[in-house]
């Protein structure tokens, strides 16, 4: 008996060790080849400069507007997603309470919407679009991309806040405070690192989704001056530029993967370290 | 109302869902005492204590029925702002609680919320109220520290101070020393035997002993109803219900 234990205990662990290894073998393989193929082709003039004629026929230029369209589109659709979905967790977490049938309902289509595949979302922007008159556009883009990531970070800051335990909440409340006082000073405090990685996990899914920006915000070789223009963006760079035949080419696309990667890496540095300085006034349950 | 009795519950009954938590419950608590509420875990002497200052609220599917009065308001069916209700009521909970900020928000949070903004009058209640709490020996020198840091005896004195720091008239003190090691839950009990000249207390617990030593009136709960009231001498001395005795006696099933 003890025996049999023993050797499931073994196994599990050399399951447990397997798997964990695997996903980070997989993980610097992804990043291995996008540098091995992308650092050659990586250059200034790459992050610099707009394309220039031909540039996707292996000519001069780079992918600035790309660059700048992204960031354009992924911060103005988190902060538009956030100023949203941050409330709408709070709500459910220090208003609803007593609903808790509700909250679960409210879960569950959150987690429907979540499932929808990002080239419906990018559809359905581009039915709106049809139905205002409206060209594809950065504003499009951002309204487009902020639908798809809310139900991501709404459900993602929802795990953070559950995790606040409801001695907090009689807590606060029996000081006097109401219960927007409550979510907003103290709620916001205790799950700050949690929420700021919910931003984050939206952010990364909003630079680096394609289908949702295909119809609406378009692509232009030009980097938008208003929320008005078609807009550029590294996934459908990277997207064009793969979809060469000319060999050249499609190490660029490589090397705007690289710049992709890093963008994502260096918010998620800074990020974190920002939600460090809250971090020491969680108060460990 | 009989002068001299703060807290009247009258009648109270409360559901969650099918069940019925609190049976029939009348107990009146009199002012500037501490008044214990004994009894088994599980005998709803908590959800009591929480419909007092209307915590009960917060929970799903509960049904109140009765009325509590607090300074002859039946706070239960009132007009009044819930908020300004529980700041008259401080909240010692089973462990502490603190917020997620510095050691000197913590106390200056409720203040500044009930409208005390100005710097040197919020410094010198925060050092009043960390005083009364007998905590700011040991943290006068680092108010800015993440309340975090502290150790939970210290946590949950930090609590009480801040609980004071609103004016409350009321302290409601949920197993206050459960969490607590033995020097620490000594802290707390004399520091309520102090404070009884200003405060009416109303302790829960069901540590037998710590009834003892600190209650004057005492109310024993049991399966959701109150077996019996009264005085301490009476209760500990000459209980007249038999489950009062076995209790005492810790002989209980």
Not at chain 1, 114 to 136: E, L
Not at chain 2, 74 to 88: A, E, G, P, V
Not at chain 2, 227 to 241: C, D, H, I, K, S
């Amino acid at each position: 008996m003890k025996k049999r234990k023993q050797i499931e205990e073994k196994f599990f662990r050399v399951l447990m060790f397997i798997s964990t290894n695997l996903i980070v073998i997989i993980l610097l393989l992804i990043i291995f080849s996008i540098l091995y193929k992308g650092l050659p082709a990586l250059s200034w003039s790459m992050i610099s400069q707009t394309p220039k004629g031909g540039f996707y026929f292996g000519k001069e230029g780079g992918i600035l507007n790309a660059i700048i369209g992204s960031l354009y589109l992924s911060i103005g659709s988190t902060l538009l997603a956030t100023a949203i979905g941050l409330p709408v967790a709070l709500f459910m977490n220090v208003i609803l309470v007593k609903h808790k049938r509700f909250i679960d309902t409210i879960r569950f289509f959150l987690d429907l919407l979540w499932g929808i595949p990002s080239i419906v979302y990018g559809a359905f922007g581009f039915t709106i679009m049809i139905y205002f008159g409206i060209q594809t556009s950065l504003l499009a883009g951002i309204i487009t991309v902020t639908l798809f990531i809310i139900p991501i970070m709404v459900r993602a800051m929802d795990e953070v806040l559950k995790t606040v335990p409801v001695g907090l909440l009689e807590t606060s409340l029996s000081l006097g405070s109401t219960h927007s006082e409550t979510a907003f000073k103290v709620f916001l405090r205790q799950a700050s690192p949690g929420l700021v990685t919910a931003i984050l996990l939206s952010f990364g899914r909003a630079i680096g989704d394609a289908a949702s920006v295909l119809f609406t915000t378009g692509y232009t070789d030009h980097i938008p001056t208003s929320l008005g223009q078609p807009t550029a963006t590294l996934p459908l760079s990277i997207f064009f530029q793969l979809s060469s035949p000319i060999e050249e080419v499609q190490e660029r696309a490589y090397a705007s993967a690289v710049v992709l990667t890093v963008i994502i890496l260096v918010i998620s540095v800074l990020a974190r370290l920002y939600a460090k300085r809250y971090q020491k006034h969680k108060i460990n349950f | 109302m009989d002068k001299g009795i703060k807290i009247l519950v009258k009648d109270l009954n409360l559901h969650i869902g099918k069940q019925h938590i609190l049976k029939n419950i009348n107990v009146a608590i009199p002012e500037k005492k501490i008044t214990v509420i004994l009894g088994p875990s599980g005998c709803g002497k908590t959800t009591l204590m929480k419909s007092m200052n209307r915590l009960t609220d917060l929970y799903p599917d509960v049904k109140v029925s009765g009325q509590i009065y607090i300074n002859n308001e039946d706070i239960l069916h009132t007009q009044m702002d819930i908020t300004i209700l529980r700041q008259k009521m401080g909240l010692l909970s089973q462990r502490p609680y603190p917020l997620p900020m510095n050691i000197y928000n913590n106390i200056a949070y409720g203040l500044r919320i009930s409208g005390r903004k100005k710097k040197r009058s919020l410094d010198g209640r925060v050092e009043h109220y960390l005083k009364m709490a007998n905590l700011w020996e040991e943290v006068k020198d680092r108010l800015r520290d993440p309340a975090s840091k502290l150790s939970i005896g210290q946590q949950q004195r930090l609590c009480l101070a801040r609980g004071l720091a609103v004016d409350p008239e009321i302290i409601l003190a949920d197993e206050p020393t459960s969490a607590l090691d033995p020097i620490s839950s000594q802290a707390i009990e004399e520091k309520f035997i102090e404070l009884k000249k200003n405060y009416t207390i109303v302790l829960v617990t069901h540590v037998l002993r710590q009834a003892k030593r600190i209650a004057d009136y005492v109310v024993f709960m049991y399966m959701g109803e109150v077996v019996e009231q009264g005085t301490a001498e009476e209760v500990f001395n000459n209980p007249r219900e038999e489950k009062t005795k076995n209790y005492l006696k810790g002989i209980f099933y």
